[in-house]
């Protein structure tokens, strides 16, 4: 598949809002309504379940034309040959990452709210950052709060993607693509509503808008 942009929205599925039996469909939603790259995260099924559901979103993806990405788990990456994996900060480092997945994986680096952290991934050669949460999260409530101005300071000083998560919706997601967020990492916004098809449009057209006020 050829490398896309990272830009738009990336959807992010959740074991509790995306379970086994719906998991395809509600993706599949997510990719005809505009989602622009795929995280498989889950932190509790058995491995030959996350094997399963990972293959089959890495079909689904590519379908599509968009990349998936694994949550931390660079052997499930390899195992499926998804297109790359996205690390926190007690996961594998992302040298041996690369070393392991190659050249051409997308590999993303969660740096919360410190910027330090974002440039050293930069030099390490990461393929985006993500800062946050920006706003109250349902997924992780405890997670330290992320300052806007870490995107503004992103569009000047970094030359990778810059993402941004937490408790973000169409209503506050405008402000932080105008900051500077190439990409809105997204779970209950998306996954937790009826329509998930109508919410990710909901989220694209805040790039279409964006991208047509900068020209």
Do not use: W
């Not at 209503?171 to 900051?179: Q, R, Y």
């Not at 967020?181 to 779970?187: P, R």
């Amino acid at each position: 598949m050829k490398r896309p942009e990272l830009r738009g929205l990336y959807a992010i599925t959740d074991s509790q809002l995306t379970p086994p039996e719906s998991m395809l469909v509600q993706v599949k939603n997510a990719l005809d309504g505009g989602a622009r790259m795929i995280q498989y995260r889950d932190k509790g099924s058995d491995s030959p379940l996350r094997r399963s559901q990972a293959a089959d979103l890495v079909r689904l993806c590519h379908l599509a034309g968009v990349p998936l990405i694994i949550n931390d788990d660079v052997d499930l990456a390899l195992t499926v040959a998804a297109d790359g994996v996205h690390l926190g900060r007690d996961d594998p480092q992302l040298k041996s990452c690369r070393e392991r997945l190659g050249p051409k994986a997308i590999i993303g680096v969660s740096c919360y709210n410190d910027f330090d952290r974002a440039l050293q991934a930069q030099h390490d050669g990461a393929d985006y950052i993500a800062f946050g949460r920006f706003f109250v999260s349902n997924t992780k409530p405890n997670a330290v709060q992320a300052d806007i101005r870490l995107l503004q300071r992103a569009r000047r000083e970094l030359n990778i993607p810059a993402v941004a998560i937490g408790g973000i919706t169409p209503e506050n997601g405008a402000a932080l693509v105008a900051a500077g967020a190439d990409m809105l990492a997204v779970i209950h916004a998306l996954f937790g509503q009826p329509d998930i098809h109508e919410a990710c449009q909901h989220f694209a057209r805040l790039f279409v808008v964006t991208g047509e006020s900068s020209t």
